[in-house]
């Protein structure tokens, strides 16, 4: 026995999951062509080992209703089309022990640490696991019971998971259908961040090593070869989109692919059928409706597509590529109502629709002259003053923003129901009411006037309550958090950032701040664990990296420095702040004029691209480079004595 363990280069076990994995490990390694005896001997080692792992044991004796229930959930979970399948799980759930007061909290303790290892689950299951023991809006208990990064997996898995089709799979899903899981899950994330190399070596393993199929595979091949510069790659990929439509015509993921790349080919003919085909199994699909729309769009439908788009910012308001098709269609809708504006045939719907083309096309000015032009009646009260106050908001014109945001704020607190899609819409926007007074609010007292903070804070806090769209609550406290960044008070914004990883685990902005906040306060491990979770998010992204750095800096940690500076590297990871921060680590461990030049030459090229909006750092921040440049220059002359 010890033998065949010996070739996989692991300890003796039981776990199929450790044996697959390092039969994996060695496979690099051994090259069936160059060396085919050392292959069959892995081989024979892995199916040896297996064999050992599946060898029944003696059921334990006396198991407890608990350890007994989580045996049965490791079975139905081995068997992969029942652990699918959510009404397996309901029935399991069903079952007095889960329900009772005397073991039901044993009991969902432990299926919880059963989660831990057996994840891999559709999204419907989790929505009964999440229904049966509490996920959803529990973290603060359930952190009192696990680690930190392992409740917010559960947050996030149970709310947002669904990027695989558990059902498309085909082939013998008995073995390794888990490890193939976790290796598409790394080609989609190589294939979005336009890593191509990586993504193409994970697709080659994965074709060269399991038996599964899933179209998912091939969906991710056809974009790596659309994305490619050669035109008949191209082709191919686009030739695989065709035919997994054809296959798959209500397949959301894989017919929303097709259509993107039919639009971009500019072959339109039947694309609306498509989503359609898609539509009637995903009426609510987000993907397939705005798919829909720029067909609709590109048909010359211009006011039905605005419509559509409009809704459609209801549930993504910050959407780019929404934006860009809304500012298509306003500028048709635009050249058909300023004719009319001009010789004054417009009514007040009319002004309102041309103030908000204005308005959403960026032509301020525009839009605040025609609504100076006239007094708003009963019904455009309301809407008068959003559009009003929005616009001087954008301009940053605070003072004339909060004229126009309270009353619209009032107006809102007014309404009731009446069923109508207009009504609706006003009555949702609640919470972006109290979010604009409290921005135009916080402007003020941040550039030097009265006010209080507190006041502000409590706006905010009405916005959360009030605002139905989980992104936007999301974004309203990262608004309080920079306001209280940018007043320095970093106890504060720490306890906001907490807030905000409360709501959304997986929101990367509040590690960032959370890290910063903990660094001036002296939280120095927290320093530490947030550059973690950060880096394990995005390990691309250089903040994380310039936090850490700034701290091992101020204890004089220089080979720390060093770790950090070629761990960046590694990860492809650049930026202004964190170029700055080589330079002055080059200068404190320079041993010659050579080094404290090479350092300098840095500086230099930061201080004349010069600083602008789309910087990292603050312009404030930026003057440090001036600061370690002239230390540097002090330095040499020092030399030169």
Sequence with gaps: MNDFFNTLGIEATKEEKKIKKAYR???????????????????????????????KEEEPENLSPAEEFISRCEQLYKDFYRRIDEQEWEKLFSEDICISLESGEEVRQRFLVFLMENFRLPSPVWKKIDQTFSITGNRKELLELFPEPYVDFLQQVVRYNGA???ELFEGDVSEDVDDYIEHYHKLRQYADLGMRKEAWEEYH?????????????????????????????????????RS??????????IVCCYGRYCQEKDTWDGTIALYDAVLEAHPESFLARTGKMESILHEGRYREARESILDLLEESPVDERLVADLNKANVYVIAELEPKYKDSLLDQDGLMELAWCYYQNSRFEDGIALMDGFVPDEEHYL???????????TVNKDAEALEHLVPWLHAIQKLRPDGTKKTTRQMARL?????????????????????????????????????????????????????????????????????????????YPAYLLRQEACLYLGRYQEVINDYQRATALYPYHARPYCT?????????EQDRVKDILQLAKENGANSDELELLRARYIAIRAKSRKDLEKALSILEKLEKKGWSLQSEMDEEEWAEIVYRKAQILTRLQEETR
């Design 205 to 241: 393993f994965i074709e060269a090593n399991y038996d599964i199929c899933h179209p998912y595979i091939l969906l991710e091949k056809a974009r790596l070869l659309y994305s490619d510069e050669e035109r008949e790659k191209q082709e191919e990929g686009g030739e695989i989109f």
């Design 431 to 507: 919470g972006y009411a109290y979010y604009t007074i409290a921005s135009a609010k916080a402007d003020l007292i941040l550039d030097g006037q009265e006010g209080s903070l507190l006041e502000v804070m409590d706006y905010i806090e009405k916005a959360v309550e009030a605002e139905q769209d989980f992104s936007q609550k999301v974004s309203y406290y990262h608004t309080a958090a920079d306001i209280w960044r940018r007043k320095k008070e970093y106890a504060k914004m720490f306890d906001i950032c907490d807030k905000i990883i409360a709501l959304d685990p997986q929101y």
């Design 548 to 556: 850490l750095i700034r701290m091992y800096l101020s204890f004089g």
């Design 164 to 166: 695989l089709n558990y």
């Design 244 to 253: 997994l439509a054809k296959k798959y015509p209500q397949e959301e993921r």
């Design 383 to 393: 809407d008068y003053h959003n559009l009003k106050g929005r616009i001087f908001l």
């Design 25 to 55: 490990a060695r496979l690099h390694a051994v090259n069936p062509e160059d060396d085919p005896d050392g292959f069959k001997r892995l081989r024979e080692a892995y199916e040896e080992a297996l064999k050992y792992a599946r060898q």
